[in-house]
């Protein structure tokens, strides 16, 4: 623990930027348990709740414009693509978007809360034709948000969730278990772009207007 204590000490923000970034650009990869984690180091001191916070908002920030940006070139193919992002393997980004047309910019601040939104909804906004301000400003909130739960839940339960750091610091299972994890995650997302890939097959030709 307290080589990890020193490495977050030094890079501690740079970690939580690349976790935000890599969650919302499509990563496989576990950040909630992340942030909740990052939550503990700050009961101890290590890190700032600020600091946490906003390090990791505003990679997940870069990652939502670059798929917004691309989400405004319309194409066919990314509809497949984003589909393959959400948690939920029936969500796609065409629902998504018919949400955001009917609720608006309330929908982009809950979005990163609600099962199989978070990963779909600046991508859905570029397709929507959002405008661009009120989409930045809107996807911040939410990711400050989502960043504020999960990092307040950790420093709540500090004195549970260090525990269990220092068990995955302990034991190199604990290492196998999280690759397992990744390579899972991975395979299901490649799964669910087939998935949808097939679906819109059957439906014929998607509107993207």
Known sequence: MEYLDAFLSSYGYWVFFAVGFAEFVGVPIVSVPVLIG???????????????VVSVAAGGWLADLGWYSIGRQKGAWLIDVACGLSS???????????????????????????????????????????????????????????????????????????PAIAWAMTYNRAVVVVLMLIVLAAAWRLWKVRFHQQAHRRMGPVALA
Do not use: E, H
């Not at 739960?149 to 500090?158: E, K, Q, R």
């Open 38 to 52: 990052g939550g503990a180091m700050v009961a101890t001191g290590t890190l700032g709740f600020g600091g946490v």
């Open 88 to 162: 939920n393997p029936m969500a796609c980004v065409l629902t998504v978007k018919n949400r955001l047309s009917r609720i608006g910019t309330p929908y982009i601040v809950l979005a990163k809360m609600l099962p199989g939104a978070g990963n779909l909804i600046a991508v859905a906004a570029g397709l929507a034709g959002y405008r661009t301000l009120p989409f930045i400003l809107a996807d911040a909130a939410s990711l400050i948000l989502w960043a504020m739960i999960f990092t307040g839940t950790g420093w709540i339960l500090s004195d549970q969730v260090r």
